[in-house]
């Protein structure tokens, strides 16, 4: 399989860059965020929503936090580093849960794995394991009920 625009760059992990695909992104947390820490980088994860990158799906919970979408393209027209996009939400979440805790360091790890998904039925798998996990994990009965879960809406038939 060829992408169009393809690269590679490496902080501690390879990371994969190619125009028009898929990604999965996920990352670990130091310690098990509390309830309106979740909130927060939920809220800072969908913030660039619509403007920097289509999500599909997106779980913060206690332990890790996993997202589904395609960058967008930049002023520049090229695609929109997603690294830079992720990081800044977990830097912007990391200032306010130590403000909040008076912890001295936040509690995401630096490097998030990422990994272009190659077909349907990757992004599939990935998705329902991504929906599924709040039940996984005893969050909630239901995905829906589960706050820091967002899934993008099925578009309205015309």
């Known amino acids: 399989m060829r992408w169009s625009g393809f690269h590679v760059w490496r ?3 390879p990371h994969w860059r190619a125009e028009e695909v898929t990604y999965y ?8 965020l509390e309830p ?15 403007r920097q990158w289509d999500l599909e799906i997106l779980a913060v919970l206690p332990e890790r936090t996993e997202l589904i979408f395609q960058v967008r ?15 800044k939400a977990k830097q912007k979440a990391g200032r306010w849960i130590v403000k909040q805790t008076g ?5 995401f790890y630096h490097e998030s794995y990422d990994r ?4 349907e ?17 005893e969050l909630s009965d239901e995905p829906e009920a589960y706050s820091e879960l967002w899934v993008k809406a099925a578009p309205a038939d015309g």
């Open 73 to 87: 393209e930049g002023k520049d027209g090229q695609p929109i580093e997603l690294s830079t996009v992720v990081e």
């Open 11 to 13: 902080g501690r992990l």
């Open 25 to 32: 992104v996920t990352f670990r947390h130091s310690r098990a």
């Open 121 to 137: 039925a990757e992004i599939e798998e990935r998705w329902l394991a991504i929906l599924g996990a709040p039940v996984e994990e």
């Open 36 to 50: 309106k820490e979740r909130a927060r980088l939920f809220q800072l994860l969908l913030r660039p929503e619509g």
């Open 116 to 119: 272009i998904l190659r077909d």
């Open 103 to 107: 912890e001295r360091f936040p509690p």
